[in-house]
């Protein structure tokens, strides 16, 4: 299984991006996909999640209404569109992947520890 990102790069305030993580080696049944981010000297962030199965979503709440997370489960690839983007949102940006649903449905970004999958990130950079 491997995961890759792409879409990431430089924007101004108030701009978007969308990231995509594409998934090769897997068939997507009922699984949790989710977008972490972090900077150097702090803790990994959960941004988004989404179950593929019945595209329930989670946000953290410094990116709800901002960012949307979506599937395309035909393709094995997942979106995360960025929407308003600040410099606070400036990291490297990482999809991961459990093949548990509920991962994402019942315990939204909070247990980063139980995907299995990782990507090796794509850069986030919003400028002032």
Same mark, same amino acid.
């Given at each position: ?14 701009? *978007? %991006?969308? %990231? ?5 080696? #897997?068939? #997507? ?23 593929? *199965? ?24 997942? %979106? %995360? ?9 400036? @990291?490297?940006?990482?999809? @991961?992947?459990?093949? @548990?649903?509920?991962?994402?449905? @019942? #315990? ?21």
């Amino acid at each position: 299984v491997q995961l890759v990102e792409s879409g990431g790069g430089l924007v101004q305030i108030g701009g *978007s %991006l969308t %990231l995509s993580c594409t998934v090769s080696g #897997f068939t #997507f049944i009922d699984d949790s996909i989710g977008w972490f981010r972090q900077v150097p000297g702090k803790e990994r962030e959960g941004v988004a999640c989404i179950r593929n *199965s019945d595209h329930s979503t989670r946000y953290a709440d410094s990116v709800r209404g901002r960012f949307t997370i979506s599937s395309d489960n035909a393709k094995s690839t997942v %979106l %995360l569109q960025m929407n308003d983007l600040n410099p606070e949102d400036t @990291a490297v940006y990482s999809c @991961a992947l459990v093949t @548990a649903g509920y991962v994402c449905a @019942a #315990f939204g970004l909070a247990r980063p520890h139980e995907y299995d999958y990782w990507g090796q990130g794509t850069q986030v950079t919003v400028s002032s």
